[in-house]
């Protein structure tokens, strides 16, 4: 095996199913490339589906439910019997799903809250987790 970039070789597989830039605009192969030039197509869809990530509320002792509430109805657009609900779980059980995001949507929901919270001095803290 004479290089790592040979499609049957595990290490290259990925990198050597992808044509060069050249092909991809529709050009030969051009004289300079090379023994063994190839143009390879794409045979696999590129398209992968992203991580999901749980966005939680932890429980405190200080934080009113009613706050709770709202959060859970402002940010996460809950109506007021499944905000009331979550809410619940969450002093009951001590933590609870708020909803399930991708990553960065899930880092900005977390920030608000927390910003959120600390504006109104509750302790009230969010966290997420990868699923
Ligand atoms: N345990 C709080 C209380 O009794 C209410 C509460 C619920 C706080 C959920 C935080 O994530 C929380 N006032």
Partial sequence: MKHVFHPSHPAGADR?????????????????DGPGTAVITRTKPQT???????VLLLNDDYTPMEFVVHVLERFFSKNRDEA???????????????????????????????DFA???QHPLQCVMEKK
């Fill in 16 to 32: 050597a199913r992808v044509a060069p830039a050249r092909a991809m605009a529709g050009e030969p192969p051009r004289k300079g």
């Fill in 118 to 120: 600390r504006k109104h």
């Fill in 48 to 54: 992968k589906r992203p991580s999901l990530y749980r």
């Fill in 84 to 114: 009331n609900r979550i809410m619940l779980h969450v002093h009951h059980h001590g933590v609870g799903e708020c909803g399930v995001f991708t990553y960065e949507v899930a880092e900005t929901k977390v920030t608000q809250v927390m």
